[in-house]
């Protein structure tokens, strides 16, 4: 490293701070060093100005920043604003440009700051905007490091709605997963851009905040096999525009996270993905239905072969990944889902305790009542048990449903153990604080699971729901 730059810590550049914008820029700076091993941080500087944000991506950093020298538009020429840029960075490093003495608004350290507003960070005040920060300041104080590290926040980042997506994890590795993966499919892009429209940082492939977060997800689970469950995202949707500047955070809490990485594992996958990719929403799947053995939605009219490729669908809005993004209860999907399709019971189980919180022992028992509900085989009697729990519309009819046709109908088939005990019916069925409709539709789900096990299931078992149900599993 030249003289006049070692006063900037190494260390400092790529240390994980806990600010996501600072931790990414700190992660694409260490991608970078490992591509290019003989520059110096000065000179990592240049080739992102020069070959990147100047000769690849035309200067459109506007969503990123607003009044810097490369997207001020007072700045007429590409030469001026890349001069301009090396000038700033190189006081900064050579500690010749203006700063004050404290500690670090990021890192934490005593040492040099300099005052970073909207021409370096996003969603900060800068000139007129002073009252965003403490003393009326006339931006955050930063050191160097952190100076630096901003600037390479962009190439940590894709675009989506015309906006900035970041992610943040809990693990350290994930966020570098994410930020590595876009750093090198955004400098890999140089020389190739051809399109005015793709100008600019890496588009998404989705136009949806759930699609595209949990296809990452996705990525990580199936390249990342041995990772944590134990972790939480925090996805930052925002942009830096002058006229309308804006954030949105989307959080995926470490028991989602546990929960669909989980139900990515082989004995879960293919009920999985066929429940979740069957719940794409759109006019245009009206006429069609999942065939989850090609992954393709596939036409419902006779003597067509229309089909709907996932780079298509993916594009729509997914019911179970937005409920699942905003924290919405998934149950009555997977009711509606069960009537007609086999389905992994132990996926419904897992959702259940670690998403709502039930007791695992309250779900061992719902097995047991669906296996004694079903136990004589008999269509119709097992039909009208199901329209008897579907008609049901309070606490008390589910009480006498379970006195008459599970406990008095336990006694009369000669059984002397009791199926259900005090202990178990207070516990476990009608604990205080239970939702007494949450324990009628598991019951509903696991007896048709025992159905489509046992191979009883057929079109009359398969209910339609009535139009009042339809109304009450509205889903979307």
Known sequence: MSIEYKKVSIEWLTRPTGDPFADAGGFVIEYLMKEHPQKDIMELIEYVTKDIYIGAWKGKLHSYYHGSKITNTSIKTDEER?????????????????????????????????????ESLMLAGSGGFINFHHSFD??????????????????????????IMLLHGSNEKVTKIFVQRNCKANVDRIGKITDAEDIGALKSDFTLIPNALFDFIDHLVITTPNISQDISLSLYHCSNFITKSELQIYKVPAKVFRFYSTCLQPRFKDDWLSFVRSHYSNKILKNFHYNSLTEQFESSEVNTND??????????NNTILSKLLNNEN?????????????????????????????????????????????????????????????????????????LKDI?????????????????EYVNYLFPDGS???????LLLIAIYQELHERELIDDELKIELTVEQENENNFD
């Open 82 to 118: 890349i001069n301009g840029t090396l000038k700033l960075f190189r006081g900064i490093l050579d500690e010749s440009e203006s700063s004050d003495f404290g500690f670090c608004r990021i890192s934490g350290i005593e040492t040099k700051l300099y005052s970073l507003g909207r």
């Open 138 to 163: 006339e931006g955050l104080k930063m050191s160097k490091e952190i100076a630096i590290r901003m600037f390479f926040v962009p190439l940590a980042t894709i675009l989506l709605q015309g906006k």
């Open 307 to 316: 089909v709907i490729r996932k780079d298509e669908y993916k594009h729509l």
């Open 330 to 402: 998934i149950r009555k999907n997977f009711l509606f889902w069960i009537r007609k399709h086999s389905f992994n019971f132990d996926i419904v189980s897992i959702y259940q305790q670690n998403i709502i919180g039930m007791k695992k022992e309250t779900i061992i028992k719902i097995k047991e009542l669906a296996s004694f509900l079903v136990r004589e085989e008999n269509a119709d009697t097992i039909k009208r048990r199901i329209k008897s729990l579907d008609g049901i519309k309070n606490a008390s009819g589910l009480r006498r449903f379970i």
């Open 407 to 423: 406990i008095s109908a336990n006694y009369t088939d000669g059984n002397e153990s009791p199926i259900i005990s005090l202990e």
């Open 435 to 441: 939702y007494w409709a949450e324990i009628r539709d």
